[in-house]
């Protein structure tokens, strides 16, 4: 089956750890996202990859990092940095589907993340 | 700073009415418009893409699309309560490139469809 997986489901850190959150795609798709979603709030981007060994800083990248060594993989480090980093985190993948003009975004499940 | 808006709801429909979903955006140059599907404690589902002025039809959703008053719509037809969900508006935030990978959100409008 294709899919986007992310894990863990559940994650709970002490305050000033750094932790890595998994993101996997089978879906051959070029592009990766990072994405958190606070309650009341929209998602926002954290950072993207258009293509393997490059990626872009989007709204909220502060206290974030990411590595695109492989196609398939696209991890996310919360540091100790970031400050408020409780939050739903959700990995996505998108295809072109209009050359140049849309690619649809498809989610994993998202890893909530409790920081205390 | 573009942006998508949507009303936050929640808004109730009975079951097998229509519910309407809205959204504005801001940014003239946007070309890609998706509606996604959010259960509580779940990941955002795509359920529509449209990309042309007027309807596209799918099933019970109906996405309608008017770019020159900056407006994209949802139907949801015959309601059912298992339609009750978040949904979210996204746009792209250009033309070509960097911009057309990149998405913004709605908020979201909370629908509840009453049995």
């Known amino acids: 089956d294709g899919g986007i997986t992310q894990s863990p489901k559940y994650l709970f850190r002490k305050e000033g750890q750094n932790v890595t959150l998994s993101c996997e795609q089978n879906l051959n798709h070029d592009a990766m996202y990072w994405y958190r979603q606070d309650p009341g709030q929209g998602l926002r981007l954290i950072y993207y990859s258009q293509i393997v060994n490059d990626f872009q800083k989007g709204d909220i990248a502060e206290g974030y990092s990411v590595s695109r060594e492989k196609k398939e993989s696209f991890p996310l480090t919360v540091t100790s940095a970031q400050k408020n980093p409780t939050a739903f985190y959700l990995c996505?993948?998108?295809?072109?589907?209009?050359?140049?003009?849309?690619?649809?975004?498809?989610f994993g499940p998202g890893t909530r993340l409790t920081v205390t | 700073q573009k942006e998508v808006e949507q009303n936050s709801g929640p808004l109730s429909v009975p079951e097998g009415a229509i519910a309407s979903l809205n959204c504005t955006y801001s940014d003239r140059v946007s070309q890609s418009f998706f509606w996604y599907r959010q259960y509580s404690g779940k990941s955002p589902e795509l359920i529509m893409s449209i990309y042309s002025n007027g309807d596209k039809e799918d099933g019970r959703f109906t996405a309608q699309l008017n770019k020159a008053s900056q407006y994209v719509s949802l139907l949801i037809r015959d309601s059912q309560p298992s339609d009750s969900a978040t949904y979210l508006c996204a746009v792209n935030l250009g033309r070509s490139g960097a911009g057309s990978y990149q998405l913004t959100f709605g908020k979201g409008t909370k629908l509840s469809v009453i049995p």
């Open positions: 996505a993948s998108s295809i072109e589907v209009a050359s140049g003009v849309a690619y649809e975004q498809y």
